[in-house]
């Protein structure tokens, strides 16, 4: 295959080659890695959650049950791949690569993190924001058996829980080249699943403060958004380069002061502490465009279905079935008027 491949990205995807072989090399039958004594109470408690784990979402999700998970890997690292998003200076576009199967994509994955930093140089000397965020898992949608990672089972029970049913969601349905619509619809799949999971586990009390957690991350989220609709106005007016830059830098300092005063008296880790520990740059406001615009929209599908997720899904089939821009006006307007069927 990498015969057929221009020439200048040959190196990439053979990276991306032996990122993927060195992954499967390394897997094991989770089952042989219970029956090891030497395995500690630590990982052996994880790998039987995350069993459970497939289990529920097969049974209560209608997620696949294909043999992914089944097997683990410890990569001795903490990340699996590195994402590079980029944006021009002036724009919230992110900037797409695109690749065989997949199609297009709003980042670029690299299997080690000198390489994406090297990347991401050369993107900024070219004058583009840039974004690079450590991902734990990714998704071959169901072309190999995706194995359970460290970088998984170090995450807490929660975010390693919902980590799966995301997953699982990109190979229910994947809509080639729209990450906007892939991420968001896995997004959703994610948090209905952990509310799911987690009143058949604890409880109505416990719900409710998942549901707390996610009106939080709502909050900031539409902090972000309006920073973003700033940024988009600034980039369309007819000021000089200079001055949107200073106005840019004043519009971020803003967002960074608000987060601050919404999340003062959270208790624990405020949502989106660790990307606002970050650059915030237009790379970095189009990674979280990517990952969260469309779930209110998805969230309002399920809705107008009463929580019928075979429903759910058959709906979003069509939807991912429509021309891109027919899709975006449709769940446009399923998150401005959840009635409005698409």
Same mark, same amino acid.
């Given at each position: ?103 297009? $994509? ?56 919902? $980590? ?166 449709? $769940? ?11």
């Amino acid at each position: 295959m990498l015969a057929l491949l221009v020439g200048c990205e040959a190196g990439y995807y053979l990276q991306a080659a032996r990122g993927q072989f060195q992954l499967m090399r390394a897997r094991e039958p989770v089952e042989t890695v219970l029956a090891d004594p030497g395995t500690s109470p630590e990982l052996r408690s994880k790998l039987e959650l995350a069993g459970d784990a497939l289990a529920f979402a097969e049974d209560h999700l209608l997620l696949p049950a294909n043999g992914s998970y089944t097997e683990y890997a410890d990569l001795e690292r903490r990340y699996i791949v590195w994402n590079v998003f980029a944006a021009p200076e002036f724009s919230l576009e992110p900037q797409t690569w695109c690749f065989p199967v997949v199609g297009c $994509l709003a980042y670029r994955g690299y299997f080690h993190e000198s390489a994406a930093a090297e990347f991401a140089a050369k993107l900024v000397d070219g004058g583009a924001d840039v974004f690079v965020g450590g991902v734990a898992a990714y998704s071959t949608l169901g072309r190999f058996d995706d194995p359970l990672l460290n970088t998984m089972i170090n995450m807490g029970e929660q975010r390693m829980v919902g $980590l799966l049913f995301h997953e699982l969601a990109h190979q229910k349905l994947y809509v080639k080249g729209d990450t906007q619509f892939n991420e968001s619809f896995a997004t959703l799949i994610e948090q209905e699943g952990m509310r799911r999971w987690i009143d058949l586990r604890q409880g109505p009390a416990a719900v409710a403060a998942y549901r707390q957690g996610l009106a939080q991350h709502e909050e900031v989220r539409a902090l972000i958004a309006s920073a973003r609709s700033e940024l988009q106005a600034l980039y369309a007016s007819d000021q000089t380069d200079g001055e949107r830059r200073v106005a840019k830098a004043a519009i971020v300092a803003a967002l960074r002061a608000n987060y601050a005063e919404l999340s003062a008296d959270w208790p624990g880790p405020a949502p989106f502490s660790g990307w606002f520990g970050g650059p915030v740059n237009n790379a970095s406001l189009a990674a979280v465009s990517v990952y969260e615009d469309y779930v209110p929209a998805f969230h309002a599908l399920l809705q107008q279905n009463s929580g019928d997720l075979a429903v759910f899904y058959q709906r979003s089939v069509a939807l991912g079935e429509m021309e891109v821009e027919q899709r975006r006006a449709a $769940l446009l307007a399923l998150a401005g008027n959840p009635e409005q069927q698409p």
